[in-house]
């Protein structure tokens, strides 16, 4: 089946990343899947959630939210409700879960780095665009409070990144597009570090039920996506950290 934008079904969409964009964060960069844009910044506060507290041990968390016409009808803003929507909560804490994954927070010392990720503009892919996105933002905060000799040790034990596969038209296909993401057959999220370590799989069949055989395809056309992820981060943030 002929993707939308004419890529293979194991390609993904153009990639940029950005660094260094926010002047005050610890950590920044703008991350781009096509016309899915997220700016991710990294916050280092001397304090850690309550109970935490006199434990030694640190925290990595994040926050979500889209702009209100980063999609095609406008959204409300959570500021507007007084609280952020099921949505944004189930995002966040996905992207939080992902990236303590690879932090070694013993090491942390009883600080919290937060990642906030912003959509700017979606196109399908915003949830995996931010943890892949924060990443980035939360390796030059670690390089800042290093240089700042707020660490002791290496806190990264692994790299980590994301990408949406699924069945579209009875293809499966890497890093959907809003347009096939809305008519795909199968959605699914895949979460993994550089060593091929699954964090977490988010799959749903959104029509007829599907095999274990076409699980384990997915599974692999994810890792081959964020292998090419996992490099890009690598070039962005040596460029980045060696200048």
């Given at each position: 089946m002929p993707r939308i934008d004419g890529r293979s079904p194991s390609s993904l969409r153009p990639l940029t990343i950005t660094i260094g964009n926010m002047m005050y964060a610890e950590g920044s960069c703008q991350i781009e899947f096509g016309n899915t844009k997220v700016i991710c910044t990294a916050s280092v506060e001397e304090r850690v959630p309550p109970h935490l507290r006199n434990s030694g041990t640190g925290w990595v968390t994040a926050e979500y939210s889209m702009l209100p016409r980063s999609c095609r009808q406008r959204t409300q803003r959570d500021s507007s409700r007084n609280s952020p929507n099921g949505r944004s909560l189930e995002i966040q804490r996905l992207i939080g879960r992902s990236l303590r994954s690879v932090v070694n927070l013993d090491?942390?010392?009883e600080r919290t780095i937060t990642i906030?990720?912003?959509?700017?503009?979606?196109?399908?892919?915003?949830?995996?665009?931010?943890?892949?996105?924060?990443?980035?933002?939360?390796?030059?905060a670690l390089s800042v409070m290093k240089k700042r000799k707020m660490l002791k040790h290496p806190v990264l034990i692994d790299q980590v990144a994301a990408i949406s596969v699924g069945i579209v038209g009875g293809t499966d296909m890497l890093d959907l597009c809003y347009d096939e993401d809305s008519t795909a057959q199968v959605d699914m999220n895949v979460i993994m570090t550089a060593k091929n370590k699954i964090v977490e799989v988010q799959g749903t069949a959104e029509g007829l039920p599907f095999s274990r055989e076409r699980l384990n395809s997915l599974l692999d056309l994810a890792q081959g996506g964020i292998a090419d992820i996992v490099e890009a981060q690598n070039n962005a943030l040596k460029e980045a950290l060696n200048s």
């Open positions: 090491l942390l010392g906030d990720c912003d959509v700017i503009q979606a196109d399908g892919g915003t949830r995996t665009a931010s943890i892949s996105g924060g990443f980035i933002a939360l390796a030059q």
